[in-house]
Nanobody, 126 residues
Framework: QVQLQDSGSGLVKPLQSLSLTCTVSGDSTTTDYSYWSWIRQSPGKGLEWMGD?????????????YYSPSLKSQTSIPTDTSKNQITLLLRSVTSEDTAVYYC????????????WGRGTQVTVSS
């Protein structure tokens, strides 16, 4: 059974950076054709895809990250295969970044997410 556990910064001050971790069990983050995404939901808004990291050992894109254009300058999903985790780094946060953050897995491009974390609340406030 695949399980994703989101965790990280609960309360962050404006203009600081936040770091969230998705700990994966029951699967390897480097399984071929796996896309690991970060998605968030702000109060009163829908789900927003932030970016993902792709693993496929036979591909030149192995370990490559992709971001929503609106968040590209602020977001990083770094490659780290030493742990079975996916990390989200978000810089210079504002109140607009207050949201519940989820990690999710898809087994292919354009395929629906099959596993989600429960989400972790991040509040940006001074």
């Amino acid at each position: 059974q695949v399980q994703l556990q989101d965790s990280g910064s609960g309360l962050v001050k404006p203009l600081q950076s936040l770091s969230l971790t998705c700990t994966v069990s029951g699967d390897s983050t480097t399984t071929d054709y796996s896309y690991w995404s970060w998605i968030r939901q702000s109060p009163g808004k829908g789900l927003e895809w932030m970016g993902d990291i792709y693993y496929s050992s036979m591909s030149s894109y192995h370990g490559s990250s992709y971001y929503s254009p609106s968040l590209k300058s602020q977001t990083s999903i770094p490659t780290d295969t030493s742990k079975n985790q996916i990390t989200l780094l978000l810089r210079s946060v504002t109140s607009e970044d207050t949201a519940v953050y989820y990690c999710a897995r898809a087994c292919g491009f354009g395929v629906a997410f099959d596993y989600w974390g429960r989400g972790t609340q991040v509040t940006v406030s001074s």
